[in-house]
């Protein structure tokens, strides 16, 4: 059973930082695709960015592209989000989602099998 459990979320002010963390168990995740995904009130969830678990390639959308980074700590089982220069855009509920990918190539935007419960980030003005 494919555990995510989400963490570091909180209120922060604009142009600060926080850094969200994903501790992953119940899996090998060697073949693993990671992902971190939003949804703020009355939008669709959407993609954040994403790595693979073995190589670390990344893919990021293009609204944190340069703001946030994705990375992970084989030895902890955990993937982290450093989110910098935060904006109000920014509040929503971050979720951590893992998807199993043996012949990825790049990390996917779609169709994870696994979520967590989420972690809300408010960024105030």
């Known amino acids: 059973q494919v555990q995510l459990v989400e963490s570091g979320g909180g209120l922060v002010q604009a142009g600060g930082s926080l850094r969200l963390s994903c501790a992953a168990s119940g899996r090998t995740f060697s073949s693993y695709a990671m992902g971190w995904f939003r949804q703020a009130p009355g939008k669709e969830r959407e993609f954040v960015a994403g790595?693979?678990?073995?190589?670390?390639?990344?893919l990021y959308s293009d609204s944190v592209k340069g703001r946030f980074t994705i990375s992970r700590d084989n030895a902890k089982n955990t993937v982290y989000l450093q989110m910098n220069s935060l904006k109000p855009e920014d509040t929503a509920v971050y979720y951590c989602?893992?998807?199993?990918?043996?012949?990825?190539?790049?990390?996917?935007?779609?169709?994870?099998?696994?979520w967590g419960k989420g972690t809300q980030v408010t960024v105030s003005s």
């Open positions: 790595i693979l678990w073995t190589g670390g390639k990344t």
């Open positions: 989602a893992a998807k199993e990918c043996y012949a990825c190539l790049s990390p996917p935007r779609y169709a994870f099998d696994y």
